[in-house]
């Protein structure tokens, strides 16, 4: 699987066995995030969702940056003056919303520097892994920019109130190892082990039960969104977690266990 997108601003493969990669190859604006990349994503993404043919999705950059954010100096001043809200937050809305209803784990490989609204999108993912050299942050109050607030949600979900405002209120970059120190990533690794790390861990993610991982992301996405339950959503998840006892999967996985093998996921 190899596709050019976005004109070739965006690449679509498949590096590992379940895997799907998208790369954002925009060297030229940093891999600055512009209208064609953002549509490209939020038409792409919810095709991915083949059954249980792709189980992960990876997103990194084209070296040296993973993104240096939505592209706002490809703009002409005049028209974005006039129309700033349509122009930025409608795209990069739709492209978010995509990634974030992806039903399978998504993996964030940051494999240089990642600024603003190419933050926001590597916080969307489930998993972070950073090369050590990268630059983690967000500008807006340096461009006399009040956020979006759904935005700004994924943020405090992520690191909690003090660090959301230490990321909004100073502009700093963060180095790796302090965006790992806070959460912001789960894992650093050597620059020239990222690719290869990421794979890796995004192979190891999609060998696992599917059934397992749609389920668990879903409900960790609902408790995350609705701290407090109605009684119809507590029910779904109780129907969620009695549906694996059932499944042909659940059998699979505790016979392989006893029998020290690698379990043969059907998916149902």
Not at 51 to 63: H, K, N, Q, S, V
Not at 125 to 150: E, F, N, Q
Not at 158 to 169: D, H, M, Y
Not at 239 to 255: M, V
Request: aromatic share 6%; proline share 5%.
């Amino acid at each position: 699987m190899k596709e050019q997108l976005a004109g070739g601003k965006l690449l679509l493969d498949s590096p590992a066995e379940a895997v799907v990669r998208l790369r954002i190859n925009n060297p030229e604006r940093r891999n600055a995030l512009d209208h064609e990349i953002l549509d490209a994503l939020a038409e792409t993404v919810p095709r991915l969702d083949h059954g249980i043919e792709t189980r992960c999705l990876l997103i990194t950059g084209a070296p040296p940056v993973f993104s240096a954010g939505y592209d706002i100096a490809s703009i002409p001043s005049e028209t974005f003056e006039r129309d700033a809200e349509a122009l930025v937050a409608h795209p990069f809305q739709a492209a978010i919303e995509a990634l974030g209803s992806y039903p399978w784990p998504t993996l964030a490989a940051i494999n240089g520097h990642c600024i603003g609204g190419g933050l926001e999108l590597a916080v969307t993912c489930d998993l972070r892994i950073c090369a050590v050299g990268a630059k983690l942050g967000m500008p807006p109050v340096k461009l006399g920019l009040v956020y979006s607030h759904t935005g700004l949600r994924k943020f405090l979900d992520t690191v909690g109130v003090a660090r959301t405002k230490e990321l909004f209120l100073t502009g700093r970059n963060f180095d790796a190892f302090r965006a790992e120190q806070i959460g912001l990533v789960q894992e650093v690794v050597a620059d020239d082990r990222l690719e290869d790390a990421a794979v890796e861990l995004a192979a190891e993610v999609a060998a696992n039960a599917p059934l397992s991982m749609r389920g668990n992301k879903s409900a960790i996405d609902l408790l995350t969104s609705s701290p407090v339950l109605s009684d119809q959503q507590e029910a779904g998840l109780v129907a969620l977690r009695e549906s694996c006892f059932a499944s042909e999967d659940f059998r699979e996985g505790i016979k392989a266990f006893a029998e020290k093998r690698k379990p043969q996921w059907k998916g149902r």
